[in-house]
């Protein structure tokens, strides 16, 4: 491997596309937050909303205790769930004083910072070469796939119509996107990367202590992204019998490393395993991973997700074979070396397990940009460009090859950025709620029993536990329990079709306190909670109210 050591004019260039990715992508963020109207506020986010107030709920219940309960689902549970990265981020804006969407700034700003410095990191410890490193660091940075012929079709012969929009959304493997709308995938991202980086600079120099920081690193980020150490370990791992086979001898080092590394980073993995295995609760959490319906894409698939970095590596790394096959044959030496084999099993053991049998499968793309970006830079400078050198008639344009593979790979995102302007300007659900909404959520902080219950619609109920600190009815495709019955009980109890003896059963089944009733809850339907003795009113505003629910003088 080549020499990390990185010069200060480098980290010149590095921290200004840092400062102009992170300048851009808080546009849309100030954008949403300074135009909204009056009676609108905005919530913080811009992109997948429902996991986002999950996390806000979390948020929420960490800034007042070490292990939390999950509120949004009515069912009683115990109080047994933590997660660091967010029992950190609610105790720094408890103690701050900052509300959740200042510190989810700062936290966004960290994180794509941290990740997107890690990048230029490995990426001088696999070129020597600056403008390599510089290349590369792009590639990742500012790396998409072929989602905009997508957006073009959409507005071309599908009138509209977007086919395949996982094909252009899913966040996991792009990392402009990840920096924009999902900050803790950048900084998981990061600290794989630094979780390897740590293990590569420790074989250099012979030093196991590397690989007990490798380890600790590990170990921090278990108690966030628990998924996460699948690739953390599955990656040394086969690597280990990579360079078994080529070497024909054990790595002793790194098996060495791999052992203290997953000996000081079990216990979170046994946590999860534990949490989601024994608690019901937990257990039918994880079961309804599925809900979501975004699953590791096909090859197809992947190659409209990815794009050309991905067709690019793919092409390397059968080039890198072909030509580490020749090399022995002339002289016995080494397949590959040690840079580019790390990087080529990384590529395919990321792969792999981009289809592990699991639910949450697609996060296993988390980080997997990287040795994409790095194998297609390999590809840009040792076959692509010399071959159209080797041309007459095309070889003066061989130098313009590498800014034309940039520009090309950033389409995609540049159309995801300014979307966000677009869908920001509605000023709707699920991004906005009405100031109205906001405060009623704010009175029922002050004025109900901690574990009420809320019953409302979607749009409102994923607010719920993040601003009131109550129990939601309906608030998240997974975290609510038996996620369709619920939906389908909401929208049945707001439709004036239905006998109150219906909402009855729903409010007696599930213990509901209160009926959070405004703009999206009339959206719903015709009926009013106003018009049955099942409900009393105890607050009002211009547009919401809430109603305790009264069942008891009924019966």
Request: net charge neutral; proline share 5%.
């Amino acid at each position: 491997m080549s020499s990390s050591r990185i010069k200060r004019g480098e980290w010149r260039f590095v921290g200004l596309v840092i400062i102009i990715v992170l300048v851009l992508t808080s546009f849309p963020y100030a954008f949403a937050a300074l135009t909204a109207p009056p009676e609108k506020h905005f919530m913080g986010f811009i992109l997948n909303v429902s996991d986002h107030s999950q996390y806000l709920a979390w948020y929420k219940g960490f800034q007042t205790a070490f292990l939390i309960s999950n509120k949004l689902t009515p069912e009683p549970n115990l109080p047994i769930f933590f997660n660091l990265l967010w029992w950190t981020l609610g105790r720094f804006g408890r103690y701050t004083g900052l509300s959740h969407a200042v510190v989810y700034q700062i936290f966004r700003w960290a994180a794509g910072a941290f990740f997107l410095g890690m990048v230029y990191t490995f990426a001088a410890l696999m070129f020597p070469d600056v403008h390599r490193r510089r290349v590369a660091f792009l590639v990742i940075a500012l790396g998409s796939g072929f989602g905009w012929i997508l957006i073009v079709l959409k507005y071309t012969l599908m009138r509209g119509e977007l086919v395949f929009p996982l094909d252009v959304y899913i966040a996991e493997g792009n990392s402009f996107l990840c920096v924009l709308a999902y900050p803790h995938f950048a900084e998981a991202a990061g600290l794989i990367l630094a979780v390897l980086w740590l293990l590569l600079i420790g074989e250099q120099r012979g030093q196991l202590r590397y690989a007990v920081w490798a380890g600790l690193v590990t170990h921090f980020l278990g108690w966030q992204h628990g998924y996460d150490l699948l690739i953390v370990w599955g990656v040394p791992a086969v690597y280990i019998v990579a360079r078994w086979v080529r070497d024909q001898r054990l790595p002793t080092w790194w098996v060495k490393a791999l052992l203290i590394t997953g000996l000081l980073s079990w216990p979170p993995a046994l946590y999860a395993v534990l949490l989601t295995r024994l608690d019901p609760t937990w257990k039918e959490v994880l079961a309804q991973f599925a809900n979501a319906g975004v699953f590791t894409p096909s090859f197809p698939h992947m190659l409209i997700l990815l794009g050309l970095p991905f067709i690019l590596a793919i092409v390397t790394v059968v080039l890198l074979v072909r030509d580490a096959r020749r090399h022995r044959t002339d002289s016995a030496g080494p397949l590959l070396a040690d840079a580019e084999l790390f990087v080529g099993v990384w590529f395919v053991a990321g792969w792999a397990l981009t289809y592990v049998p699991t639910d949450f499968q697609i996060h296993m793309l988390n980080s997997w940009q990287v040795p994409i970006g790095l194998l297609a830079t390999v590809g840009l400078f040792r076959y692509v460009r010399p071959a159209l050198e080797q041309r007459r008639g095309v070889d003066r344009l061989a130098i313009l090859v590498v800014p034309a593979f940039i520009v090309l790979i950033l389409l995609t995102n540049l159309y995801l950025w300014m979307w966000r302007f677009v869908d920001l300007n509605r000023y709707d659900y699920p991004y906005y709620l009405c100031c109205d909404e906001v405060t009623a959520m704010e009175w029922l902080a002050e004025h109900s029993p901690p574990d009420a219950i809320v019953l409302s619609s979607y749009d409102t109920g994923r607010y719920v536990p993040a601003l009131s600190g109550r129990r939601a009815f309906l608030a998240h495709w997974a975290q609510t329990l038996d996620f369709y019955d619920k939906r389908e009980r909401v929208e049945r109890f707001f439709d004036a079709g239905v006998d109150d003896a219906e909402r009855l059963e729903t409010l007696q089944t599930f213990g509901i306190d209160y009926v959070l009733y405004g703009p999206a809850e009339r959206a719903l339907g015709q009926y009013n909670p106003g018009d049955s003795p099942l409900f009393s009113a105890i607050f009002s505003n211009t547009r919401v109210t809430i109603y305790r629910v009264s069942t008891e003088e009924v019966l």
